[in-house]
């Protein structure tokens, strides 16, 4: 059983910028292992945002967050961050961070392919 944790969200202006920390318990990984972000706006789906993955840190943002997101690892203290800049109103959501094993390129913006998900933290970017 992986568990998640995130931290670090809370309330910025725009403009300004948050570090999101998803902190794991994954004890095994294999090249198909990914952490991502799913953020979650009041009335909107739940949307991909940003993953990565195991041993390379290959990474993947969705084309909004592109360029102002920055999402890394650390092994040592098993937490995945989502560095995010330049916030913007559009970026206020729940995000939460996902943990599973994907086997194709293509799968890695699909919530349904995450087995393991944190409770949340919320993102408001006031304008």
């Known amino acids: 059983q992986v568990q998640l944790v995130e931290s670090g969200g809370g309330l910025v202006q725009a403009g300004g910028s948050l570090r999101l920390s998803c902190a794991h318990s994954?004890?095994?990984?294999?090249?198909?292992?990914?952490v991502a972000w799913f953020r979650q706006a009041p009335g909107k789906e739940r949307e991909f945002v940003s993953a990565?993955?195991?041993?390379?840190?290959?990474?993947w943002y969705t084309d909004s967050v592109r360029g102002r997101f920055t999402i890394s690892r650390d092994d040592a203290k098993m937490t995945v961050y989502l560095q995010m800049n330049s916030l913007e109103p559009e970026d206020t959501a729940v995000y939460y961070c996902?943990?599973?094993?994907?086997?194709?390129?293509?799968?890695?913006?699909?919530?349904?392919?995450?087995?393991?998900w944190g409770q949340g933290t919320q993102v408001t970017v006031s304008s």
């Open positions: 990565i993955g195991w041993p390379d840190s290959r990474t």
């Open positions: 994954i004890r095994t990984v294999t090249r198909y292992t990914a």
């Open positions: 996902a943990a599973g094993q994907i086997y194709h390129s293509d799968d890695y913006v699909r919530d349904d392919r995450y087995g393991y």
